[in-house]
T-cell receptor
Framework: DAGITQSPRHKVTETGTPVTLRCHQTENHRYMYWYRQDPGHGLRLIHYSYGVKDTDKGEVSDGYSVSRSKTEDFLLTLESATSSQTSVYFC?????????????FGPGTRLLVL | DAKTTQPNSMESNEEEPVHLPCNHSTISGTDYIHWYRQLPSQGPEYVIHGLTSNVNNRMASLAIAEDRKSSTLILHRATLRDAAVYYCIHTSGTYKYIFGTGTRLKVLA
């Protein structure tokens, strides 16, 4: 299994509070991704990173920011959580952007915003 | 965006082969086809990928149509542990994985 951990694994928070989710990898992979998964949907890309301090938006980036100050860590921040951000969040990593590059996924963080 | 079409659900008997179809009519010549599966309460797990020719690995086989507009994931002997949602994805020259809703495979004992 790829060395990917996510923390916390579960979190309950209130609307309007900031929340930070952490993804940590031990594979020294260059690319890291944050997805969310909601009932009736597949995974949708929020943000991704192609190197330290290099990030870009995915298809559902509104309300989220990210940071990557070290190769091994990719943080996802909800500046002011809303109930619509209740979801399961998955981090993924890959060695490169080549089309054949496999992405490896973490175990997920289940977030409930009350 | 790269979009795939899969049946919502399928059933199989244990120890029988399973053929999971996927249509990807928007695929271009250099797009790879990836298959992932997601077990309950887990992140997606890589299964197999290919470009043009059929591919085999320890988990499954991937059969790609000659025109590449469809593919089939083959589990040679389904087990109860294969019950999962299976996703077929193709990229379009970018980092983007566009997940559909996948096929929920039920394996009957």
């Amino acid at each position: 299994d790829a060395g990917i951990t996510q923390s916390p694994r579960h979190k309950v928070t209130e609307t309007g509070t900031p929340v930070t989710l952490r993804c940590h990898q031990t594979e020294n992979h260059r690319y890291m991704y944050w997805y969310r998964q909601d009932p009736g949907h597949g995974l949708r890309l929020i943000h991704y990173s192609y190197g330290v301090k290099d990030t870009d938006k995915g298809e559902v980036s509104d309300g989220y920011s990210v940071s990557r100050s070290k190769t091994e860590d990719f943080l996802l921040t909800l500046e002011s959580a809303t109930s619509s951000q209740t979801s399961v969040y998955f981090c993924a990593i890959s060695g490169g952007l080549a089309e054949q590059e496999t992405q490896y996924f973490g175990p997920g963080t289940r977030l409930l915003v009350l | 965006d790269a979009k795939t079409t899969q049946p919502n659900s399928m059933e199989s008997n244990e120890e029988e082969p399973v053929h999971l179809p996927c249509n990807h009519s928007t695929i271009s010549g250099t797009d790879y086809i990836h298959w992932y599966r997601q077990l309950p309460s887990q992140g997606p797990e890589y299964v197999i990928h290919g470009l043009t020719s059929n591919v085999n690995n320890r988990m499954a086989s991937l059969a790609i149509a000659e025109d590449r507009k469809s593919s089939t994931l083959i589990l040679h002997r389904a087990t109860l542990r294969d019950a999962a949602v299976y996703y077929c994805i193709h990229t379009s020259g970018t980092y983007k994985y566009i997940f559909g809703t996948g096929t929920r495979l039920k394996v009957l004992a």
